[in-house]
């Protein structure tokens, strides 16, 4: 069974700087692409980053150059480092493992910028 738990959120002041971790299990890890989405309230849950099983990466416009995407097959751990946050960064952020034709997802950890 897939399981994806998602940690290291919480409330930060803007500008400031938090690192996600989604510890995956039930899957061989290494051979899969992995993601990051965020949902604010009242919005469409939105990608946010991807890593693939190689290690290229791929960023929504709104946070490139800010968050880095990273993965760690020796720990089934994917990460999303998250610096110079800013208020609309807020959201709960969801860990996601695409493997058609099934979605995975995390629980969510929420993430709130505010001063």
């Known amino acids: 069974q897939v399981q994806l738990v998602e940690s290291g959120g919480g409330l930060v002041q803007p500008g400031g700087s938090l690192r996600l971790s989604c510890a995956a299990s039930?899957?061989?890890?290494?051979?899969?692409?992995m993601a990051w989405y965020r949902q604010a309230p009242g919005k469409q849950r939105e990608l946010v980053a991807a890593?693939?099983?190689?290690?290229?990466?791929n960023y929504a416009d709104s946070v490139k150059g800010r968050f880095t995407i990273s993965r760690d097959n020796a720990k089934n751990t994917v990460y999303l480092q998250m610096d110079s946050l800013k208020p609309e960064d807020t959201a709960v952020y969801y860990c996601?493992?695409?493997?058609?034709?099934?979605?995975?997802w995390g629980q969510g950890t929420q993430v709130t910028v505010s001063s």
């Open positions: 996601n493992a695409p493997m058609p034709p099934r979605d995975y």
């Open positions: 890593i693939i099983s190689g290690g290229n990466t």
């Open positions: 039930g899957i061989i890890f290494r051979l899969y692409a």
